[in-house]
């Protein structure tokens, strides 16, 4: 969907909350219309991208709930530039990955992983958590998106508004989903008007423009559109990954 009805979704995560406390009821009240935005309901609206057993974990769930789990060193050597690693704290946790220090294929990851499953405004860098969903996707793991969507759609609804700094009467948060929210309450009989556009498609152009490896504070310096180094082909898959990107983008 191209557009979406800004009123439908406004609506939707106004009527998202917990009918009783302390039960997670992922539906919302659209239009005298119940509106399931669960994991299942968003998996069936998808098309069904994974199917899975009763009580089954996707590989990407089974390995963060694993004690032995993600290995930090190689994110950051799939998903850095060489030399490039994690921003740590002065204890020498990781936290996150800056934008300067992510190779173009994490860069563009990281693009269509903040528009369409866990948006975000903030993209200057990616949180460990995140990190890690991108290093499953580029490793190509099985990954339960229409769960990652639920969760994501249940704690936007719960959060308090970020008031406007001009204009207290007005959120200064952005909500998520707003194409696929219009089109999961269309499938549901709800009456739409798409009126507005959503941002443009990611095409070659703007990754070549947006998503190209840049200066890391204190390196030494070098041309702003100097080619971006070399990144080994990694034995996790990344090349073919690339390759597959390719297809995607025009």
């Known amino acids: 969907m191209a557009k979406f009805d800004p009123e439908i979704v406004l609506e939707f995560y106004a009527n998202a909350w917990p009918t009783e406390e302390g039960v997670r009821d992922m539906r919302s009240w659209v239009r005298g219309q119940w509106i399931p935005f669960d994991a299942d309901a968003l998996n069936q609206f998808l098309g069904d991208p994974l199917v899975l057993e009763e009580g089954q974990q996707c590989e990407f769930s089974q390995w963060r709930n694993r004690a032995d789990g993600f290995d930090e060193e190689t994110i950051a050597q799939l998903l850095c530039t060489p030399g490039q690693d994690f921003a740590r704290t002065a204890a020498g946790r990781w936290v996150r990955i800056m934008r300067t220090s992510m190779n173009t294929l994490t860069q563009t990851w990281m693009t269509l992983l903040l528009s369409n499953v866990l948006p975000s405004d903030h993209n200057s860098d990616l949180p460990l958590p995140k990190c890690q969903l991108v290093y499953a996707i580029l490793t190509r793991m099985s990954v339960h998106v229409a769960q990652v969507i639920a969760d994501a759609i249940y704690l936007s609804a719960g959060m308090p508004p970020t008031r406007h700094p001009l204009d207290p009467d007005k959120s200064n948060r952005a909500l998520g989903f707003s194409a696929l929210i219009t089109g999961l309450c269309q499938s549901f009989g709800v009456p ?43 034995p996790a898959g990344s090349l073919g990954m690339e390759r597959y990107l390719q297809h995607l983008v025009r």
């Open 192 to 234: 739409v008007n798409p009126s507005k556009v959503i941002r443009l498609p990611i095409t070659r152009a703007f990754i070549e423009k947006y998503c190209t490896p840049r200066q890391a504070q204190g390196d030494a310096h070098q041309a702003a559109d100097a080619p971006p180094p070399p990144h080994q082909a990694d």
